[in-house]
Structure formats: structure tokens, C-alpha cells
């Protein structure tokens, strides 16, 4: 059980220098470096808490995603190198899998911790001694900002083993907690957190429509529960309706996005407000990009079209 009190609290790790250190590693495309390090905290806290605390659930994922990243790359060098070659390593590709796997083992399970810290029911503090020593600091909001990441992060996992039905999975529900985050007016956030939410919905509707075009052309577009039971998401016939209809969501959101900005921009931090700025930036180029492929995708579904009718009334000639 949490308290309600001081609802901005996050866990005690993400203060950490080599929390902090492992993040800047990621950003400057260091991931293998990062991954040395999140394994190095990663093995402390759970030397000092459960495997399942709160406390260690953001170390799971930034050592999962590093992980991630460092194989990401190694499967980009190793294509590299076969291109120059000639030769394909088979041991190399198993070595990936294996740590693909892995992260994603990392990542779910920092998917598992929090959300099952989100089902707890909040209460009052207690002036109890028995209830205080029960209590966890209330990291409420900064858990719901986590699913969501972490539910992206699995989503680029899939999408680079192209699992591209189990990305559209996992963006779709990061998607669906973006959105409850954007209309959530619980908390009174600076206008530049606002506006960080509101560009973070338009990119997961991206991701999901992105997605949905990577998927094959005649399939439903499915996924496997833990029981191994069949999910389908949508169809093969409503697949690029689907995409459609996220991209235009994407650009109503976009634009959204641009108007509060304008509206907001002198009470917005201006370090802050100019990386935002650059992030929103590249979101229109997204957009854009995603529209393209769209379109691309229309004008060889009609050629594709022509080519069959042409040959139907050669067959029948």
C-alpha cells in the first residue's frame, strides 16, 4: 500500500550516478558502455531490495533497453561486415537472440512491477507504527509516465526482430496510457510537461500506424497470450484503414501540439522548451514521412490492381 502524500516522489535509484550516467551514455549512442553500468546497479539493488520492488523496476528497464540497444547495433555491425564479406557468422546471429530475449525479459518485468504497484489501492497515511512500516512512497505519477516508456521500449524491441504485430500490440497500449496521461488534470503540471505528453501521444499513434504498415500484406494482424491463445488486433482486410486512421489522428494531435506550444511558449523553461521544440520538430517530419508512405502504398495497391484486371481479361480472351 502507498500513501497519497507527496505524489512527485520517485524511486531512490533513478538518483543514483550511474542511473544518471547510464542515461546520458544512451543518448550519446554509447549503449554498450550504458549496459556495463545498468548491469553493475542492477546488481546492487537487488542486493538491497526484492526482485520485484518498485525500487529496482526502472533499473530493469534501463538495463533491458541498454541491452537492447547494444544488440540493435551489433546485428547493424554484423550485417555490415557479412555485406563486406561474404561470410555470416551463425553463432553470432544465436548470440543476438539470445540477447534480444533477455532484454525483453528486463523490460517486462519492469512492465510487471509497476503496473501491479498501480493496481495497489492508494490510502491515507496512518498514524499507526504497524501501517507506517507498510508504507511505500507514493510514486504514482511517475509510474504512470513509466508504462507507457516502458511499453514503447518493448515495442522497438519487436520492431527491430521485426515482430511487427507484437510492436502494434505494445504501441497500442502505450498509446491508450498517453492519452489517459494528456486528459489527466489531476496533477498541475508546467505548461512544458503538458506539452511533452501531448507530443509523446502523437508520437505512439505514429509508431502504431508505422507499425501497421510493416506488417505482411495478407495476414491478421495477431499476437500470443500467455496461453498461447490468438489475439486479433485487426484484420488483414482493415489493416491499412486502421494505419490510416491512426496517422490522421497523428496530424490532429500534431497540430494540437503546435497550437498549445505557440500559446505556451513564454511560460515554458527555454533549455527545455528548446529541445521540446526540436522533438516536436522531427514529430512533423514523422508525420509527413508516414503520409508518404501511405500514399506509396495507395498508388502500388492500384497498380497492383491493374496489373490483376489486365491479367483476369487476358485469361478470359
Known amino acids: 500500500m502507498y500513501n497519497m502524500e507527496n505524489l512527485?516522489?520517485?524511486?531512490k535509484l533513478t538518483s543514483d550516478p550511474r542511473f544518471r550516467g547510464g542515461r546520458v551514455l544512451i543518448e550519446s549512442g554509447k549503449p554498450e558502455e550504458a549496459t556495463t553500468m545498468f548491469g553493475s546497479l542492477l546488481e546492487m539493488a537487488l542486493q538491497e531490495y526484492s526482485e520485484s520492488s518498485i525500487e529496482t523496476a526502472c533499473v530493469h528497464y534501463e538495463y533491458g533497453n541498454a541491452l537492447f540497444r547494444t544488440a540493435a547495433r551489433n546485428v547493424e555491425n554484423s550485417c555490415q561486415t557479412e555485406n563486406e564479406?561474404?561470410?555470416?557468422?551463425?553463432?553470432?546471429?544465436?548470440?543476438?537472440?539470445?540477447?534480444?530475449?533477455?532484454?525483453?525479459?528486463?523490460?517486462?518485468?519492469?512492465?510487471?512491477?509497476?503496473?501491479?504497484?498501480?493496481?495497489?489501492k492508494p490510502t491515507s497515511k496512518s498514524s499507526t507504527d504497524d501501517h507506517k512500516?507498510?508504507?511505500?512512497?507514493?510514486?504514482?505519477?511517475?509510474?504512470?509516465?513509466?508504462?507507457p516508456r516502458i511499453l514503447t521500449g518493448i515495442g522497438d524491441l519487436y520492431s527491430e526482430i521485426e515482430k511487427h504485430a507484437f510492436a502494434v500490440d505494445a504501441y497500442l497500449r502505450a498509446t491508450s496510457y498517453r492519452e489517459a496521461r494528456v486528459q489527466d488534470k489531476s496533477k498541475h503540471e508546467r505548461s512544458v510537461e503538458v506539452l511533452n505528453h501531448k507530443r509523446l501521444l502523437c508520437e505512439s499513434e505514429i509508431l502504431v500506424a508505422e507499425s501497421l504498415l510493416r506488417c505482411p500484406k495478407d495476414s491478421d494482424v495477431e499476437v500470443l497470450d500467455e496461453n498461447g491463445e490468438k489475439t486479433i488486433i485487426v484484420t488483414a482486410a482493415e489493416r491499412i484503414d486502421y494505419a490510416r486512421g491512426y496517422y490522421e489522428k497523428a496530424r490532429e494531435d500534431l497540430q494540437n501540439t503546435l497550437v498549445y506550444m505557440a500559446k505556451n511558449v513564454n511560460s515554458c523553461d527555454?533549455?527545455?522548451?528548446?529541445?521540446?521544440?526540436?522533438?516536436i520538430c522531427f514529430l512533423s517530419t514523422m508525420v509527413m514521412g508516414l503520409g508518404i508512405n501511405l500514399s506509396e502504398y495507395d498508388d502500388q495497391t492500384a497498380i497492383d490492381n491493374d496489373t490483376e484486371q489486365k491479367a483476369k481479361k487476358l485469361k478470359s480472351s
Not at 511517475?142 to 508504462?147: E, F, G, T, Y
Open 270 to 279: 527555454p533549455k527545455q522548451f528548446k529541445k521540446l521544440k526540436e522533438d
Open 85 to 120: 564479406t561474404g561470410r555470416k557468422e551463425a553463432d553470432d546471429a544465436v548470440d543476438f537472440a539470445k540477447d534480444f530475449d533477455i532484454a525483453l525479459e528486463e523490460m517486462e518485468n519492469a512492465f510487471a512491477i509497476i503496473d501491479e504497484y498501480l493496481c495497489q
Open 8 to 11: 512527485n516522489n520517485e524511486p
Open 133 to 147: 512500516k507498510e508504507e511505500v512512497p507514493n510514486y504514482h505519477f511517475w509510474a504512470l509516465d513509466q508504462v
